[in-house]
């Protein structure tokens, strides 16, 4: 009996002996990592004094910062392990993906915000000043800006299409036809294509006017003198085609990826009870293809607000900003204009835009999926 | 400009049609005497034999100029160096030089002909290859963020503005000046306009006018004079001298066919080409609005109120506007590079407004199937101009209104002022600059395919070009549009201002809606000024117009 009250009070006192040094340990790390921390905020508020000239400590560059934030975060990490011990050691393989993506990311766009609040032109012989509002009258009143925004959304509008062609064409190559890998192949080349390439080879050389072979095809069909981007809406329709041709094959490949995975029994029931392919398609394999068929838009749709290449390679946003997109026209007023302090507010804005609209996307999608299923 | 557009062009630039046979070598080697020359500008400096050498570089069949082509020039034009500088003065210092890397010039030719030059003096260089389209960016971005890090640039005038306005450059000492032969430029590049504030930074290495070039074949053809005359227009059939004629003339081609060809007439720009498309509206509109005697003709000079809404310049918009159904198919999405290498030089329209370099790749390039079946002129006239202080059109007494456009002002090398502290690196960066700059150098550079054009008085020397291969009335057609525009006594010099290509950008987009047809040219020109006016507050305006009277010499 003796013993064994000794013995649990040995085990008590290890226990209480692991616990003190885990405690240690713990605070240690929190000192740690509260050093590290304050270290950091002060390198920051010496910069931001050197660099607003309150105080002449000479530090050109930010990069004082950038090592400051490099050994907080080799601090936060050991911290991590000495505070929550085999949990930080799990949080190690996390953190320097998600301390990477706040540095390249996250911090940056917060910088732009900040950017976007100024008149920042880098050929301004009058420096930077605050003009938040002024920016916002600007952006309210641009046309080129809310004209862009529009062929967005006829953009945006054109991804169904491509998805119907998509499907018809994954439908095609899911089906037992003859040299099925050969055309699951083909039809792939066009998304290897980089689009500049796609602008030159199809835009500016298949398309040309005068000699390019649509040109030729559509004058033997009887239209006179071809232009695809002399009129707005033809212009904007060419361009249209051309990025389905480039994106039209990714969505093939989501799409084919659900056909295969559908259950091969379901469609076989469906023959024996008598569907015609047209009820099996529209009852049976469509329903079924509903939540990769939402993926594929979603991701294709946050793929066409960013459509710029094809455009600033073959029209340059005309005729007449036509088939301007936004982010060409961002393009433009960085590149061409030096114009920081508002390009920045415009792509700020943009993002907003982008971040609500795709929310509600996701929402409604995700609503209309309970509902139908 | 030539750099820019032969970065567009993407076709390899050959002298094999240009450089043919042995006769080419013969007229060479006939000419090497300076007597053949008699009568032809030289500089003072320029050596008549050593010219006929570089000529023969790398001479007839032989393909184009490589890499020890440009060696070969740049050692046989280290005279004037050798002269200034001992050998391995320079060790030890190391020089970073900003360019452009267009279609493998630019940049590529200088490595070659400043290799001898690091060899004798003892000096390296590092190299900052820049593509056209980063070029504008990357320049701004180091000023604004005060990052200026190279100590040689080579620039287009219209950015003197941003870099000698803030002043970063070093100034070009009395002993480059004479060795480059300063006073051989042609004379629009002297001062004002090759100088900033009264002070010389620039090392020209390049000139820059807009010509017009026109098919012969076309002003020639007995079946288009006969429609000419049955149609009922007056005068003869020929190349318009007038913007009034282009109209008309372009209007009567609409239609015609030549031995079973479509033939079109003038080709316009309408499309934005990041700043550039905007010079030849220009190109278009100075006959109307430079008034002679009057420097100013985009801005007023006092207040930097834009004239690009006054009569004038609306009349010019209008032209495009009114014109354009009468030009090719999707006319209206064709940039300035389309226009030159996709249609003009390929036998697509009858008139083209463009620098230099149609001349010479006409007949250098293996692309370029118009051939010899054009010549040149200067911009035509106007009958009357649009006198912006008056707010009057005018029937001038001299007769029709010239005003040959210069547009960008052509390329030069500029050493920063980080130097100035360092005698030994000052020296250094200027002895590079000068080699590029070098009068003879210059004479190979605008003969060869090189990104540049002729600059030079001592360049009008005829006999020299047919030496290399060109046939003397095409070369003198050329060169006289060329030096007739260089030395007009009313040409018309762009604002040399901070951020003048946001200027034109903003123009571009304006006008990109006029011509689609969604606003008029008065709506358009009205909004541009607008949006200039209020680019010139946000850039600062006091400064603009001090800055623009500097750059005018006022």
């Given at each position: 009996?003796q ?14 002996a ?15 990592i509260?050093?590290?921390?304050l ?30 934030y490099i ?29 990477f ?19 920042w ?7 930077v000043?605050?003009d ?23 953009y ?17 190559l ?13 039809f ?19 398309m ?5 072979p ?16 002399g ?40 023959r ?36 710029a ?17 936004v ?47 | ?14 002298r ?5 046979g ?60 050798k ?14 030089f ?20 690091e ?5 390296t ?25 190279f ?9 003197e503005g ?5 002043g ?7 002993w480059v ?31 820059d006018?807009?010509?017009m ?5 076309y ?15 007056k ?56 008034y002679p005697?009057?420097?100013?003709w985009?801005?007023?000079?006092d ?18 506007v ?39 790749v ?6 370029a ?29 001299t007769g ?5 456009n ?18 030994k ?49 095409y ?22 201002i ?56 006022l």
């Open positions: 009996m013993n064994e009250i000794a013995s649990r009070a040995a085990a008590d006192a290890r226990h209480r692991a616990d003190a040094a885990v405690a240690k340990r713990a605070v240690a790390g929190r000192r740690l509260r050093a590290a921390s270290g950091l905020g002060l390198v920051v508020l010496a910069q931001v004094l050197s660099a607003t000239d309150v105080l002449p400590l000479g530090l050109a560059t930010w990069r004082p910062t950038l090592f400051a050994v907080w975060s080799v601090a936060l990490g050991i911290s991590q392990v000495l505070i929550r011990g085999e949990q930080g050691k799990q949080a190690l393989f996390l953190l320097p993906a998600l301390l993506t706040i540095a390249m990311v996250i911090f940056p766009t917060f910088f732009g915000l900040g950017i976007a609040t100024t008149d032109n880098l050929s301004s012989l009058t420096g000043h605050f938040l509002f002024g920016n916002i009258a600007t952006l309210a009143g641009d046309a080129f800006f809310w004209n862009a925004l529009l062929n967005m959304g006829y945006v509008l054109s991804v169904l299409v491509q998805y119907g062609i998509a499907f018809g064409l994954a439908l095609l899911n089906a037992d036809i003859r040299g099925r890998k050969f055309f699951r192949v083909a792939l080349l066009p998304f290897m294509l980089s689009p500049v390439a796609i602008s030159w080879m199809i835009g500016k050389s298949i040309e006017a005068r000699y390019g649509a040109a030729t095809l559509a004058r033997m069909l009887g239209w006179e003198s071809p232009a695809f981007y009129v707005g809406w033809i212009a904007r329709a060419s361009i249209m085609t051309m990025d389905a041709w480039n994106w039209i094959p990714f969505i093939i490949i989501l799409l084919l990826a659900g056909l295969q995975a559908l259950p091969g029994d379901v469609a076989e029931a469906a024996v009870d008598g569907a015609s392919p047209w009820q099996a398609f529209w009852k049976i394999t469509f329903p079924l293809m509903l939540p990769v068929s939402v993926t594929a838009i979603i991701l294709r749709i946050i793929f066409e607000l960013k459509l290449d094809i455009v600033i390679n073959v029209t340059a946003g005309g005729p007449g900003g036509a088939t301007d997109t982010s060409s026209f961002i393009y433009r007023e960085y590149r061409d204009r030096s114009s920081v302090g508002y390009g920045t507010m415009l792509a700020e804005f943009y993002l907003i835009l982008i971040i609500v609209f795709v929310t509600a996307l996701l929402a409604l999608a995700s609503r209309w999926m309970r509902r139908v299923s | 400009m030539a750099s820019e557009l032969m970065w567009r062009l993407g076709t390899q630039m050959g094999r049609d240009v450089l043919k042995t006769a080419a070598l013969g007229a060479a080697a006939a000419l090497g005497g300076a007597g053949a020359l008699a009568g032809y500008p030289t500089s003072a400096k320029a050596d008549t034999a050593l010219r006929m050498e570089l000529m023969k570089i790398p001479g007839a069949g032989n393909g184009s100029p490589t890499d020890a082509d440009w060696q070969k020039v740049g050692s046989l034009c280290m005279g004037p160096t002269q200034n500088v001992q050998p391995g003065e320079f060790k030890g210092v190391e020089l970073s900003m360019g452009l890397n267009n279609q493998n010039l630019h940049n590529f030719l200088f490595r070659g002909f400043l290799k001898p030059w060899q004798y003096t003892g000096a260089i590092k190299w900052i290859d820049l593509a056209q389209g980063d070029y504008n960016a990357r320049l701004q971005q180091s000023i604004a963020t005060g990052t200026v890090d100590d040689i640039c080579e620039m287009g005038a219209p950015f941003d870099v000698c306005g803030k970063l450059t070093s100034e070009m000492p009395d000046k004479k060795q480059i032969d300063f006073d051989d430029y042609v004379n629009y590049l002297k001062p004002p306009v090759g100088t900033w504030n009264g002070k010389i930074y620039r090392v020209c290495i390049d000139s006018t807009h010509t070039n026109y098919r012969t074949d002003y020639s053809d007995p079946g288009l004079a006969k429609a000419w005359k049955d149609e009922g227009h005068g003869e059939w020929g190349v318009p001298k007038t913007w009034a004629k282009v109209q008309e003339v372009t209007k009567f081609m609409k239609g015609k066919k030549i031995d079973g060809k479509e033939v079109y007439g003038f080709l316009d720009q309408p499309k934005p080409w990041g700043g550039f498309a905007f010079y030849f509206l220009a190109s278009r509109a100075t006959a109307y609005v430079k005697g009057e420097k100013a985009m801005f007023d000079v207040t930097m109120k834009p004239r690009i809404n006054n009569p004038g310049w609306v009349r010019a918009i209008q032209d495009v009114d014109l354009l159904p009468y030009e090719p198919a999707d006319q209206i999405n064709a940039d300035p590079g389309t226009t030159a290498f996709q249609q003009f030089l390929v036998g697509t329209g009858g008139m083209l407004e463009w620098w230099g370099d149609i001349g010479t006409a007949v250098t390039s293996d692309t199937t118009v051939g010899k079946q054009i010549l040149f002129d200067i911009l035509p006239a106007s009958d009357d101009v649009y006198n912006a202080k008056t707010g009057k059109w005018e029937v001038l007494p029709p209104n010239v005003a040959p210069m547009a960008y002002l052509g390329w030069g090398i500029y050493v920063m002022k980080t130097v100035d502290a360092d005698s690196k000052h020296k250094a960066a200027w002895s590079a600059a000068a080699l590029l700059g070098d009068s003879d150098l210059s004479m190979w550079t605008s003969a060869y395919p090189s990104g540049f054009q002729p600059y030079r008085q001592s360049h009008n020397n005829i006999p020299l070009w047919v030496a290399g291969g060109y046939e003397e009335a070369i003198k057609s050329y060169m006289d549009s060329q030096t007739t525009s260089y030395n007009h006594p009313n040409n018309a010099i762009e604002p040399r901070p951020g003048i290509f946001q200027y034109y950008s903003i123009a571009e987009d304006e006008l990109s809606k006029v011509y689609a047809g969604k606003l008029t040219a008065q709506q358009g020109a009205d909004n541009v000024a607008k949006l200039w006016e209020a680019l010139t507050d946000k850039l600062g305006r006091d400064k603009q117009i001090a800055f623009y009277k500097a750059s005018l010499g």
